[in-house]
T-cell receptor
C-alpha cells in the first residue's frame, strides 16, 4: 500500500529556533499533502494543505509566517516551525491521499516536537 | 457544533466483549466516511472505510446512517490488542474534496 514517510520522529529544540519536518510519499506522487497537529488527548487538527508547485492553503487561525510549508516536488512536502515557542510543542503529522475521491488518508509516522 | 463528534470514553471492556462506538457529523453533504485506529503516540492508521450499505471486516462492522448523520463501529470478541483510540473521519463532497475531518477519538481499553 501507499507509504508516507515523515522525519524526524521526534525533536527537542530551544525556544526561538526553527525546526523543519519532512514528509515524503515513497511509492506514489502526491500533488497534495496535509499537515495536522495533535495536542494531547485532542483531535487531529488540520493546519494547512500543501500543494505542489503553489502556495499552501492555511486553515483559519494558523499563522502562515510561523508555519512555513514548501511542496517543491511531487514526493516531498516540508513544514518549518519558525521561532518555536513552548506552546508549539505538539505532535505534527502529515498525510497524503493515495488517490481517488473516496480513499482514506495515509499518514506519516508523526513528529513529536518539544520546545524547551 | 463540531463537524465530527465522538464520545471520548474511555470504554473499558473485558476480553471477548462486544463494543460499539458512534460518531455524528454535521455536514449532510459529507461523502466519505472512515474509521481510524490510533495507538498512543503513533500516527492514525486506516481501519476501514464505511460504505452506505454497511460493511464488515472480520470482527469489525461499520454502519452509516445518513438520515441521522452518524456512523458506527462495532467490535466483536474484543482482544487486548484492540486497545487504542478509534477516530472517525469524514470527507466532504466539496471545498477541497480530499480534506478529511477527524473526531476527537474514542478510547478503548480491553481488560484481561
Amino acid at each position: 500500500g501507499a507509504v508516507v514517510s515523515q522525519h524526524p520522529s521526534w525533536v527537542i529544540c530551544k525556544s526561538g529556533t526553527s525546526v523543519k519536518i519532512e514528509c515524503r510519499s515513497l511509492d506514489f506522487q502526491a500533488t497534495t499533502m496535509f499537515w495536522y497537529r495533535q495536542f494531547p488527548k485532542q483531535s487531529l487538527m488540520l493546519m494547512a494543505t500543501s500543494n505542489e508547485g503553489s502556495k499552501a492553503t492555511y486553515e483559519q487561525g494558523v499563522e502562515k509566517d510561523k508555519f512555513l510549508i514548501n511542496h517543491a516536488s511531487l514526493t516531498l512536502s516540508t513544514l518549518t516551525v519558525t521561532s518555536a515557542h513552548p506552546e508549539d510543542s505538539s505532535f505534527y503529522i502529515c498525510s497524503a491521499p493515495p488517490g481517488g475521491r473516496l480513499g482514506g488518508a495515509f499518514f506519516g509516522q508523526g513528529t513529536r516536537l518539544t520546545v524547551v | 457544533r463540531k463537524e465530527v463528534e465522538q464520545d471520548p470514553g474511555p470504554f473499558n471492556v473485558p476480553e471477548g466483549a462486544t463494543v460499539a462506538f458512534n460518531c455524528t457529523y454535521s455536514n449532510s453533504a459529507s461523502q466519505s466516511f472512515f474509521w481510524y485506529r490510533q495507538d498512543c503516540r503513533k500516527e492514525p492508521k486506516l481501519l476501514m472505510s464505511v460504505y452506505s450499505s454497511g460493511n464488515e471486516d472480520g470482527r469489525f462492522t461499520a454502519q452509516l446512517n445518513r438520515a441521522s448523520q452518524y456512523i458506527s463501529l462495532l467490535i466483536r470478541d474484543s482482544k487486548l490488542s484492540d486497545s487504542a483510540t478509534y477516530l472517525c473521519a469524514v470527507r466532504p463532497i466539496s471545498g477541497g474534496y480530499q480534506k478529511v475531518t477527524f473526531g476527537t477519538g474514542t478510547k478503548l481499553q480491553v481488560i484481561p
